[in-house]
């Protein structure tokens, strides 16, 4: 009679030829699989953009950078003694601000959703 | 160990670096998912889905057992869940699990040496249980230890002795009654 050890190596021996090979296209396809997977799964990259309230701080701090602008520009401006002495030099001041200001904040708006878009077709 | 480093790459976006899990496990995945499916076809998207499930679950390995061992659970269970859909029956005469006989070691010792064993064997084995099946390729090829085929299976350390012992019965039994219908086809 064979002892215990023995038999296990004759049964190691045969379990070597049972072995089965997977097709060629096994891997292939598996990796295909992942990297699909992956896709699904790529973080969003909307979080990384500016949000909401960072538009509205850029707003406001645009407002103020222009409305300083152009009072240092009548101030110390040599072409603007005309413009100065109007009374309505301050509504202008406040309007020509919004104005740039609302452009750029409708610019980032505009980037954002197109951005957003993108992903949600992808 | 390698497979932490591979794990921490995949997680930082390097997902080619998973090639080298498909490259280490593809072929014994497949093993026993077509130990248990018995159909290739079935055992390949078996494999495919276990691999995908192993990259969904990549983050939460803790590393409490070994990666292999981790992985072949998810295996196991995928092929598992394949069978149940498939509603797989199998037809195997019951063998008693008596001792290995003399005649039947003579057999299997003969069969190292005959150059068709590849088919034979892989004949034999696809006529014994399934569970005793994939068994044997876990402790005799991927070489798990009890404990570890305990992990897998989910079965119970006694449960894996006795399937162990019943399986290497009935695959000697199937692989003596080959040898000797061949005999009897040569006379």
Not at chain 1, 11 to 22: A, G, H, I
Not at chain 1, 46 to 68: K, M, N, R
Not at chain 2, 67 to 72: A, E, G, K
Request: proline share 2%; with cysteine.
């Amino acid at each position: 009679m064979k002892t215990e050890e023995e038999l296990d190596q004759i049964t190691r021996n045969l379990m070597k030829d049972s072995l089965e090979q997977p097709s060629k296209e096994l891997s292939g396809n598996i990796m295909q699989l992942i990297f699909k997977e992956k896709q699904k799964t790529a973080p969003i990259h909307v979080s990384q953009s500016p949000t909401a309230l960072v538009f509205i701080i850029g707003f406001c701090v645009y407002v103020l950078l222009i409305i300083g602008a152009l009072f240092l520009f009548n101030q110390y401006g040599s072409g603007l003694t005309t413009i100065a002495t109007n009374k309505s030099y301050v509504y202008m001041i406040f309007v020509l601000a919004s104005a740039g200001s609302f452009f750029f904040f409708f610019t980032q708006l505009d980037n954002w959703l197109t951005l957003k878009r993108k992903h949600h077709t992808a | 160990m390698e497979e932490e480093k591979w794990i921490q790459q995949i997680l930082a976006g390097d997902v080619q670096s998973f090639s080298c899990f498909v490259a280490k496990y593809e072929k014994m995945a497949y093993n026993l998912a077509y130990r248990i499916l018995g159909n290739r076809e079935e055992a390949e998207e078996a494999v495919q889905d276990s691999f995908l499930k192993m990259y969904r679950s990549l983050a939460g390995f803790q590393g409490n057992s070994k990666f292999s061992t981790w992985f072949y659970r998810i295996v196991y269970h995928t092929a598992i869940s394949a069978q149940r859909q498939q509603n797989y029956t199998t037809d195997i005469d019951d063998v008693p699990a008596s001792e290995i006989t003399e005649d039947e070691t003579d057999s299997a010792t003969a069969m190292l040496e005959n150059k068709d064993r590849h088919e034979l064997i892989t004949k034999a084995m696809e006529k014994i249980p399934s569970d005793e099946a994939l068994l044997l390729t876990l402790y005799y090829l991927e070489e798990s230890s009890i404990e570890e085929i305990q992990q897998i299976t989910g079965f119970s350390g006694s449960n894996v002795k006795v399937k162990l012992f019943r399986g290497r019965k009935h695959l000697y039994a199937e692989i003596e009654q080959m040898t000797h219908k061949a005999k009897i086809e040569m006379l």
